[in-house]
């Protein structure tokens, strides 16, 4: 899989083994994603073992840290202090959550605003108003940095509707200017969620196979 340089490749690798990751990281890959809080505090703790195994506190030191599920409100500590992007913020809830927790803890979170896009009902996110409203106020947010937004097509093989669904995500983060990050593209659309202007690609079973 080639991506052009304008695109990061963020490997999901949720429900993998921690071995799974290594193999990666020692394939060139720095940026994995997890989307549970105990998956992710155990890998860390993984590999923290695995520094003191080897001796070598520098081992994967680059590794960078993506949470890319629901997040609760109750979970923002297992979370906020080890990833350095939060792709799921899905409410205004949340969004004020971890901006109260970053200042009680004194933690700027970076953070996707995630934003509904697609036919499927059962999934999350922001609506278009609610980005806006939120990019107007985002001066209020002094201890969250709004680095772009995410989403997910709808799960269908008709190529129209799922370039029909990131286009509409890719005009969302027009509204917040250059530079913008836009999560969007899994293993299954990533080819169009780059021609529609993707920066990052979530990829898990062409890296790592299917799901334990």
């Known amino acids: 899989m080639e ?19 290594e193999q990666a990281y020692e394939a060139g890959q720095r940026c994995f994603a997890e989307s549970r809080p105990q998956e992710l505090v155990a890998k860390m703790k993984t590999l923290e073992s695995r520094r003191i195994e080897l001796g070598d506190p520098s081992y994967m030191s680059d590794v960078e840290w993506h949470f890319i ?15 350095s992007l939060v792709e799921s913020v899905d409410s205004v809830r949340l969004l004020e959550a971890i901006d109260s927790w970053g200042r009680a803890n004194n933690l700027v979170s ?11 009902e ?13 990019i107007a106020d985002k001066e209020k947010y002094d201890f969250v940095n709004i680095k772009g937004v995410m989403g997910m097509a709808s ?23 250059e530079n913008t ?8 659309d990533y080819p169009i969620a ?18 334990n």
């Open 110 to 120: 970076n953070i996707l605003l995630e934003c509904f896009i697609s036919r499927d």
């Open 155 to 177: 799960y269908t093989d008709d190529a129209n509707v799922i370039r029909e669904e990131f286009g509409r995500l890719a005009e969302i983060a027009s509204m917040m200017g």
């Open 3 to 21: 991506l052009p340089a304008t695109v990061k490749l963020v490997a999901v690798s949720k429900f993998h083994p921690f071995e799974s990751i």
């Open 194 to 211: 780059i021609e529609m202007g993707s920066t990052m690609v979530r990829i898990g079973s062409m890296i790592f196979g299917d799901r």
């Open 69 to 83: 599920g629901h997040l609760q409100t109750n979970k923002l500590k297992m979370v906020l202090p080890h990833v």
């Open 181 to 188: 990050e836009i999560s969007m593209g899994m293993s299954g």
């Open 122 to 134: 059962t999934k999350q996110g922001l609506s278009e108003e609610e980005v806006s409203t939120i």
